[in-house]
Each structure stands twice: as structure tokens, then as C-alpha cells.
């Protein structure tokens, strides 16, 4: 079945270096790939996504990479500053028509000032 | 607009107990989703609806969880009766239409079982 892993589990960096964050999937048929950042008592928030018919996205300091072949896809936040910590989830959506997603563990991100 | 609003916040109750959780998506949202977050299996779906219509509720753990959407701007997730390890964060949320990806989270409601 659908399955999303997402590694690390937890992440600490100091302000201004570059984080990374990892998950690879199961389903060739998954088209659809956005991040989410979960801050301490609040709902999960969009930050980025991207499709299958794009290597790359970029948003100011936060970019995604998606590698169909090998099934993995990336998040990167550069210039880190102490309001990127927080909990940050990646999921895909299954290839079928359900439009349902299917999120990866989370990471839970620590900038140190 | 306001988000979606969830209602209560938090929620503290005795086992065997019923627990209804509110919810009501962005104006004009025509899908909702129940999600349940715990530390041990993170966000699992647990049911969605489409223009009020239960889609897939293969998510729902057991028969003592139910779900109805009554009308576009409500709905609710009711557990009956209630088990300490139903304990966790439900979240709702709603996207624009079938299909559109982007999801709008609540801010959650943190059920305690005792």
C-alpha cells in the first residue's frame, strides 16, 4: 500500500545554515508531492509543493527536489532562522482518483540561535 | 476568512464517555477531512467527504468512530464509546474542491481519555 517515509525524525542547526529533509515513497503513480510545517499547537500549514512533471521548486529560502526514478523528493531551507523550527511533514498524494494524502512521520526542526 | 474553525479545543474526558468533535470548513470548501495525529503513527486520515458526501472512510479505526456532515458548513466526529488510547490531536480540514490538493487545517482538538 501507500507508504511515505521521512527521515530524519529530528534535526538541529544552527541560525543560518542550510537544513534538509528527506522522504521516498512507494507509489509510481503518485503525482502530486507538498510539504507541511506544523508549528506547537496549531494545524499543519502548506509551505511548498510540487508535481511529477517538475525536478524543482523554489520559494525564497525553501526549495523542494523530486527524483521519480529513484522516488524520493527533498525539502531544503536555507538561511535557517529560529521561526523555521518547527515540525515539518512531506506527503504525496496516490495516483488514483481518491485525492487523498498520505503523510510521511515528521521531522521536527530546531534552529539554535 | 477565518480558516477552519474546530471546536472544543481540548477535551477532557472518562472512558466509556461519548466525545463529539465540531468542525466547520472555509466557505465555499466543498471536501473535508478528518485526521488523527499521535506521536506513534503521526497523521493518519481517518474519513473525507466530497460535496457532503461520505468519500472514504477506510481510515475509521473501529465502529465506535462515526462522522457526519450535515450541511457544507459542518461537521462532526463523534466517538462512542470512548477508549484511552482514542487519545490524541483530531484535526479537520477542508480543500476547495475534489481533487484540489491544497489542504486548510484547523488548529486541532486535543482529546484526553482518562
Known amino acids: 500500500g501507500e507508504n511515505v517515509e521521512q527521515h530524519p525524525s529530528t534535526l538541529s542547526v544552527q541560525e543560518g545554515d542550510s537544513a534538509v529533509i528527506k522522504c521516498t515513497y512507494s507509489d509510481s503513480a503518485s503525482n502530486y508531492f507538498p510539504w507541511y510545517k506544523q508549528e506547537l499547537g496549531k494545524g499543519p500549514q502548506l509551505i511548498i509543493d510540487i508535481r511529477s512533471n517538475v525536478g524543482e521548486k523554489k520559494d525564497q529560502r525553501i526549495a523542494v527536489t523530486l527524483n521519480k526514478t529513484a522516488k524520493h523528493f527533498s525539502l531544503h531551507i536555507t538561511e535557517t532562522q529560529p521561526e523555521d523550527s518547527a515540525v515539518y511533514f512531506c506527503?504525496?498524494?496516490?495516483?488514483?482518483?481518491?485525492?487523498?494524502?498520505?503523510f510521511g512521520t515528521g521531522t521536527l526542526l530546531a534552529v539554535q540561535p | 476568512d477565518a480558516g477552519v474553525i474546530q471546536s472544543p479545543r481540548h477535551e477532557v474526558t472518562e472512558m466509556g464517555q461519548e466525545v463529539t468533535l465540531r468542525c466547520k470548513p472555509i466557505?465555499?470548501?466543498?471536501?473535508l477531512f478528518w485526521y488523527r495525529q499521535t506521536m506513534m503513527r503521526g497523521l493518519e486520515l481517518l474519513i473525507y467527504?466530497?460535496?457532503?458526501?461520505?468519500?472514504?472512510d477506510s481510515g475509521m479505526p473501529e465502529d465506535r468512530f462515526s462522522a457526519k456532515m450535515p450541511n457544507a458548513s459542518f461537521s462532526t466526529l463523534k466517538i462512542q464509546p470512548s477508549e484511552p488510547r482514542d487519545s490524541a490531536v483530531y484535526f479537520c480540514a477542508s480543500s476547495l474542491r475534489f481533487g484540489n490538493e491544497k489542504l486548510f487545517f484547523g488548529s486541532g482538538t486535543q482529546l484526553s481519555v482518562l
Open positions: 506527503a504525496e498524494r496516490d495516483g488514483g482518483a481518491t485525492n487523498k494524502l498520505i
Open positions: 467527504f466530497n460535496n457532503n458526501v461520505p468519500i472514504d
Open positions: 466557505s465555499g470548501h466543498n471536501s
